[in-house]
């Protein structure tokens, strides 16, 4: 065992799933043991733990963990911003890869049309202190009382009105609610304490797992291409790839043909292939990414 020990912390819940399969794509060959909620993550320096990812801003400010990935919303719920690193953005989330957003929202039938008409009104949500915040800087007082789950269930029989996080806007329609207004937008953070990023060991670290996780992301959305292709069709293939940067072209052994290979995003393929077959290419093949380091 090693004596240099980073102690990091995943989310549990909604996104777990998620979460697990970005570290495995990255390299750790990540292992759970759901009854003790303890990841192993293949490598003797990494000790970790499965939590919500409410809790985990507590224990990364407080020093417990050196590391871990929550929300920016419960970052800000916490008020921690300024008692812990952000070391990267991690787009990523349990329906795709995208960020979710935090919205003010009301039964359709409400008269609420803006922030300023909820003085007096009862709001349920998660987010009470990021809530009670906002309203605020509208100049509203209004009741904020904390949701325990099933938040758009809760309006407008209970309440007049919910502050939830959304990531397609399907469940708050299927409630019969309209958004009035979004607060913020939240993601992923990969977030460090001060205590282990002013250590040189453990801040090496947590960069290098921050660069694979990343690369492992970025490597979602795009796919490779191999195709061959005869010398006197090369520029009308290659005007036909939108490459990160120049393809790859090598000479076959004929010295008439040549490999081409690049890197593109995934949504293009299908409309790709038929255009760069019919300008010559032949024998292409796509393949997936694990990684894609910038």
Same mark, same amino acid.
């Given at each position: 065992?090693?004596?240099?020990?980073?102690? *990091?912390?995943?989310?549990?819940?909604?996104?777990?799933?998620?979460? *697990?399969?970005?570290?495995?794509?990255?390299?750790?060959?990540?292992?759970?043991?759901?009854?003790?909620? /303890?990841?192993?993550?293949?490598?003797?320096?990494?000790?970790?733990?499965?939590?919500?990812?409410?809790? &985990?801003?507590?224990?990364?400010?407080?020093?417990?963990?050196?590391?871990?990935?929550?929300?920016?919303? =419960?970052?800000?719920?916490?008020?921690?911003?300024?008692? $812990?690193?952000?070391?990267?953005?991690?787009?990523?989330?349990?329906?795709?890869?995208?960020?979710?957003? =935090?919205?003010?929202?009301?039964?359709? #039938?409400?008269? *609420?049309?803006?922030?300023?008409?909820?003085?007096?009104?009862?709001?349920?949500?998660?987010?009470?202190?990021?809530?009670?915040?906002?309203?605020?800087?509208?100049?509203?007082?209004?009741?904020?009382?904390?949701?325990?789950?099933?938040?758009?269930? /809760?309006?407008?029989?209970?309440?007049? !009105?919910?502050?939830?996080?959304?990531?397609?806007?399907?469940?708050?329609?299927?409630?019969?609610?309209?958004?009035?207004?979004?607060?913020?937008?939240?993601?992923? /953070?990969? *977030?460090?304490?001060?205590?282990?990023?002013?250590?040189?060991?453990?801040?090496?670290?947590?960069?290098?797992?921050? &660069?694979?996780?990343?690369?492992?992301?970025?490597?979602?959305?795009?796919?490779?291409? /191999?195709?061959?292709?005869?010398?006197?069709?090369?520029?009308?293939?290659? #005007?036909?790839?939108?490459?990160?940067?120049?393809?790859?072209? #090598?000479?076959?052994?004929?010295?008439?043909?040549?490999?081409?290979?690049?890197? $593109?995003? #995934?949504?293009?393929?299908?409309?790709?292939?038929?255009?760069?077959? !019919?300008?010559?290419?032949?024998?292409?093949?796509?393949?997936?990414?694990?990684? &894609?380091?910038?």
């Amino acid at each position: 065992m090693s004596e240099k020990i980073l102690r *990091i912390g995943l989310p549990k819940g909604s996104l777990q799933e998620a979460t *697990i399969a970005m570290f495995r794509k990255a390299g750790f060959p990540i292992t759970v043991d759901e009854r003790q909620y /303890k990841p192993d993550f293949g490598d003797d320096e990494l000790w970790g733990v499965l939590l919500r990812a409410q809790e &985990m801003p507590n224990y990364v400010a407080d020093g417990i963990l050196d590391c871990g990935l929550t929300g920016l919303d =419960w970052i800000r719920e916490r008020g921690v911003e300024d008692k $812990v690193a952000e070391v990267a953005d991690l787009v990523y989330a349990k329906h795709g890869m995208r960020p979710y957003k =935090w919205v003010l929202a009301v039964h359709e #039938s409400s008269d *609420i049309q803006r922030p300023e008409d909820l003085a007096g009104k009862r709001i349920a949500t998660e987010l009470v202190e990021v809530t009670k915040k906002y309203l605020a800087e509208h100049g509203v007082e209004a009741h904020v009382e904390f949701s325990w789950g099933a938040t758009e269930a /809760k309006c407008p029989s209970l309440v007049d !009105a919910i502050v939830e996080g959304t990531e397609t806007g399907n469940t708050l329609a299927a409630n019969n609610l309209r958004i009035v207004d979004v607060l913020f937008e939240s993601c992923t /953070k990969f *977030i460090a304490s001060e205590d282990a990023w002013a250590d040189s060991w453990k801040r090496g670290k947590i960069e290098v797992i921050a &660069m694979l996780l990343q690369g492992a992301l970025d490597a979602e959305l795009k796919v490779g291409l /191999k195709m061959n292709v005869p010398q006197e069709d090369l520029d009308a293939v290659v #005007s036909e790839l939108p490459a990160l940067k120049r393809p790859t072209v #090598s000479p076959l052994a004929n010295g008439e043909w040549v490999a081409v290979e690049t890197i $593109v995003d #995934s949504a293009l393929v299908r409309e790709l292939i038929p255009r760069l077959k !019919a300008a010559g290419a032949q024998g292409i093949i796509e393949y997936p990414l694990n990684k &894609m380091i910038m």
